[in-house]
């Protein structure tokens, strides 16, 4: 079942997205702030987080948001699955899910952005398997060698 996230779900969470090991430490304290701050005030502004939970464990989650200065542009700022479940359908139940409700909010475009290391390829072959394209590739972004990745998908034209 995915539903709205909670403030209680966050440690859960957390926890989830170090267990993945593609997470650095500053990664992590970069999500709690972004969760802490969705619960605050920024679903508020219409930014959405969702968990998967089965069998009453939380499993997964995605977070998304409208981009600021566009038309009806939405950003994929984290989509998390437990390293237990990936590669059965989670993540991709995830972003369905979102892309339906951003459809529903007469979204026309996904963006979202990632790493180009190695340790990212599964993360980059699962956006392609669901219909982005890269848009952009930001050379030595992160920092030398490590570029940014950007993916879009248009939802409606």
């Given at each position: 079942m995915i539903r709205a996230t909670i403030p209680e779900d966050t440690p859960e969470l957390l926890t989830i997205s170090e267990g993945t090991g593609v997470f650095l430490p500053?990664?992590?304290?970069?999500?709690?702030?972004?969760?802490?701050?969705?619960?605050?005030?920024?679903?508020?502004y219409g930014h959405r987080c969702v968990t998967y939970v089965q069998h009453d464990r939380l499993i997964g989650f995605a977070y998304y948001a409208p981009a600021s200065m566009t038309d009806r542009t939405w950003e994929l700022w984290w989509i998390v699955v437990s390293k237990q479940i990936q590669a059965k359908g989670v993540g991709g139940k995830l972003l369905m899910h979102a892309e339906d409700a951003i459809r529903q909010e007469n979204g026309r475009l996904l963006i979202l952005d990632t790493?180009?290391?190695?340790?990212?390829?599964l993360t980059r072959r699962f956006y392609v398997k669901h219909g982005f394209e890269v848009a952009a590739v930001l050379k030595d972004f992160y920092a030398d060698?490590?570029?940014?990745?950007?993916?879009g998908k248009r939802l409606q034209r």
């Amino acid at each position: 079942m995915i539903r709205a996230t909670i403030p209680e779900d966050t440690p859960e969470l957390l926890t989830i997205s170090e267990g993945t090991g593609v997470f650095l430490p500053a990664d992590i304290v970069t999500l709690r702030e972004v969760l802490d701050d969705y619960h605050m005030e920024a679903k508020d502004y219409g930014h959405r987080c969702v968990t998967y939970v089965q069998h009453d464990r939380l499993i997964g989650f995605a977070y998304y948001a409208p981009a600021s200065m566009t038309d009806r542009t939405w950003e994929l700022w984290w989509i998390v699955v437990s390293k237990q479940i990936q590669a059965k359908g989670v993540g991709g139940k995830l972003l369905m899910h979102a892309e339906d409700a951003i459809r529903q909010e007469n979204g026309r475009l996904l963006i979202l952005d990632t790493s180009s290391l190695p340790s990212y390829d599964l993360t980059r072959r699962f956006y392609v398997k669901h219909g982005f394209e890269v848009a952009a590739v930001l050379k030595d972004f992160y920092a030398d060698g490590h570029d940014k990745v950007i993916y879009g998908k248009r939802l409606q034209r």
